[in-house]
């Protein structure tokens, strides 16, 4: 039994992709067995850990405006208090960060964070030193945490790949997350187990470029993210997803994939950041906009039902009003049933922020609403095809209305219905009653849930 009177708060704010959000749920795991207790707020918390996000140049500005407001709270407050700086700002900027915020007193890169544990222990006995740790270390960090003791819940997420060795010309996360690895095929099954075994009904495979997996098999094989996602269906999983993909990955073996297991979920994300081939070979892509609506085809033979979401690169360096327009076509030509989109922010360090020919703000503000936009018309069509029909739904919490509780469809739609909380954690048939912007609503048809509710 822990002693209670030693426990210690702890707040963990995430920004970020899902990769770091996975991050932030390992690091808690791993320090709650030594007293560290997650809470709600940072005002209750003896350590705070920013797990923070480099990807655009605003992502970066809310590290820093985070830190002025901890500084002031502090020094208001007078209380002793831990302040972890984690992720991709920390891996870019390292002490750089020190330097500009005294407040901060650990800098922990993405791929140390099991080093956490022994960087905390030093600070707190040798009060007032500051340590930064920015390593890439040679063995995985994934060898080196200790197993998780604490489950996901309902949703989980399962880190199999990091890094990537793709350098798109806008891109930071070549640099702060490191290279391509994969983690070996049997430790992604052990803890895929664990986690079915801790309530687990749907789980994603993650990683920066997740479908350039290679890991090594249980057989000493090369597996890659087909096979992977056979072994891990075959646990008994009922849904199943991965994310992110790149287009020149996307193999046909991936592709047949999405035929064969019943528990992948009918929804992708793939990225495909412009429709301009002149543009897209700038961001060194890698791939045509052809290229990419030949994957498509594949994907809807495979499976017709398939939805499909993207990203979305505006005002790149040197995007024409041409260039805009062919982006514009394949948005039409997909019809996404989602997308996000971004104006392009100069990364220092990335190769694109070096070219000349930057965009005007007011030409990407403009070129961005029209994406958007177009956009939102497709996702609010694809919305509508789903009224009226019945379909499962994996329920993972209350909704925002009272009595209302939030899930999932099989491709991703947010829905809201009427009904008990026992729903959460559940998978319910639900009737499909009406299509809003951003989610659908309607009504649970499963027998035993009308009956409760
Ligand atoms: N393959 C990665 C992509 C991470 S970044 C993954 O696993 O998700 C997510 C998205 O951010 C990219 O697809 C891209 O559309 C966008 N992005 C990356 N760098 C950017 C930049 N410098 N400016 C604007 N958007 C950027
Ligand atoms: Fe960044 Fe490109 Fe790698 Fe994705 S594939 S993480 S956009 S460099
Ligand atoms: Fe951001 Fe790093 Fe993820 S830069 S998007 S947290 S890999």
């Known amino acids: 039994m822990s002693d ?27 320090l709650r067995p030594l007293g560290w207790r997650p809470v709600d707020s940072a005002d209750a918390a003896d350590m705070i850990v920013l797990n923070t996000c480099h990807i655009r140049e605003k992502a970066t500005e809310k590290l820093y405006s985070e830190l002025g407001r901890l500084r002031a709270d502090k020094e208001a407050s007078g209380r002793k208090l831990l302040v972890a700086v984690t992720g991709c700002v920390a891996q870019a900027e390292g002490d750089e ?22 960087l905390i222990a030093r600070t707190t006995r040798e009060a007032g030193v500051k340590l930064v740790d920015t390593d890439f270390p040679a063995d995985s960090k994934f060898d080196l945490l ?33 290279a391509e690895s994969s983690r070996p095929a049997a430790d992604v099954i052990a803890e895929a187990k664990r986690l079915l075994a801790t309530g687990a009904r749907e789980i ?95 994907l809807r033979a495979a499976r017709a039902d398939l939805a499909l979401s993207s990203d979305f690169i505006v005002g790149h360096p040197g995007e024409t009003s041409a260039d805009f327009d062919a982006t514009m076509r394949l948005v039409e030509q997909v019809g996404f049933a989602a997308a996000y989109s971004f104006k392009y922010s100069t990364r220092p360090g990335t190769p694109a922020a070096a070219l000349g020919m930057h ?51 099989p491709w991703l739609q947010a ?27 309607g009504t649970v048809v499963t027998a035993d849930a009308v009956e409760a509710a």
């Not at 309902?154 to 350098?167: H, I, N, R, S």
């Open 146 to 178: 200790p197993q998780e003791t604490e489950g996901q819940g309902t949703l989980a997420m399962l880190a199999v790949q990091e890094g990537c060795d793709k350098f798109c010309s806008f891109c930071v996360v070549p640099y702060t997350r490191g």
């Open 359 to 409: 965009i005007e703000e007011s030409v990407k503000d403009e070129r961005l609403a029209r994406l958007q936009d177009a956009i939102a018309r497709g996702a609010s069509a694809f919305n509508q095809t789903t009224v009226g029909k019945v379909v499962p739904v994996l329920f993972d919490g209350a909704g925002r209305r009272p009595g209302q509780m939030h899930g999932r469809t």
């Open 204 to 298: 994603v495979l993650l990683g920066q470029n997740v479908n350039a997996y290679h890991g090594t098999g249980p057989d000493g094989r090369t597996w890659n993210l087909a096979r992977l996602l056979r072994e891990v269906a075959d646990l008994g999983v009922e849904r199943l997803r991965y994310m992110t993909s790149h287009p020149r990955d996307m193999d046909d073996e991936l592709i047949q994939a999405h035929r064969d297991i019943a528990a992948l979920m009918p929804f992708l994300h793939l990225p495909v950041q412009s429709g301009s081939d002149q543009i897209l070979n700038v961001m060194n892509r890698q791939h045509s906009a052809a290229d990419y609506l030949r994957i498509i085809d594949k």
């Open 97 to 118: 960060i020190l330097r500009r915020a005294p407040v901060v007193d650990l800098v922990v890169g993405p791929q140390s964070y099991h080093r956490l544990p022994e």
């Open 415 to 441: 829905v809201h219905v009427t009904g008990p909380a026992r729903l959460i954690g559940q998978i319910a048939d639900v009737r499909i009653d009406a299509a809003h912007a951003n989610s659908v609503s």
């Open 4 to 30: 209670t009177s030693q426990r210690r708060g702890l707040y963990v704010k995430t920004w970020g992709c899902q990769m770091n959000v996975y991050d932030s749920v390992r690091m808690v795991d791993m």
